[in-house]
Structures are given as C-alpha cells and as structure tokens.
C-alpha cells in the first residue's frame, strides 16, 4: 500500500496535536490532501480509470466540506491548514 501506519501517524502528528489526534479536521484535511496527490499522480499515468476519477472527486469534496466546516468553526484554523497545505482558497 502507498500509505505505511508511520506515514499516517506522521501526518497527523505533523498537523494535529499528537501522532493519534486522528479526528481533528487538521489531520483529516491533511490526509486527504495527501492521497488527492497521490492520486493525481496516478491518473496522469493511467488517464482512463474512471473508478480512480471518481474517487478523487468524492475525496475532493470530503476535503472542501471540513474546510467549510473550519471556515464556519475557527478562521484562523482555516487560514494556518490552507497555508501550510499550499491549497488555493
């Protein structure tokens, strides 16, 4: 699999309060920012698998709702993640 337990708990320690904070939006952003690169990646190389498009898309989505939800519970949450994330917006 692309994503060893080390590199999860890396992320999340790296973006949330400690390396088992799994359920702060901060990690869950960054985690899912993590497997949209990787997926990209993937479809850059493989440009008709439509099951990995779709994927994308939902997590793509999954990834804007937490935002929202950071915009609405905590701005200045929001502007650190986006900045630390390169995400536009």
């Known amino acids: 699999m692309y994503l060893t337990?080390?590199?999860k708990e890396e992320i999340f320690k790296k973006h949330g309060k400690?390396?088992?904070d799994t359920?702060?939006?901060e990690g869950q952003i960054?985690?899912?920012t993590h497997r949209i690169e990787h997926l990209t990646q993937h479809?850059?190389?493989n440009r008709?698998?439509?099951n990995t498009e779709r994927s994308l898309v939902m997590l793509?989505?999954?990834r804007r709702s937490l935002l929202d939800y950071?915009?609405?519970k905590d701005i200045l949450r929001y502007r650190a993640i986006v900045k630390e994330l390169g995400l536009r917006k």
């Open 70 to 72: 950071l915009i609405k």
């Open 23 to 25: 359920g702060s939006a």
């Open 43 to 45: 479809l850059k190389n």
């Open 18 to 20: 400690d390396a088992k």
């Open 48 to 50: 008709k698998d439509y």
């Open 30 to 32: 960054a985690l899912f």
């Open 5 to 7: 337990k080390e590199s």
């Open 60 to 62: 793509v989505g999954k």
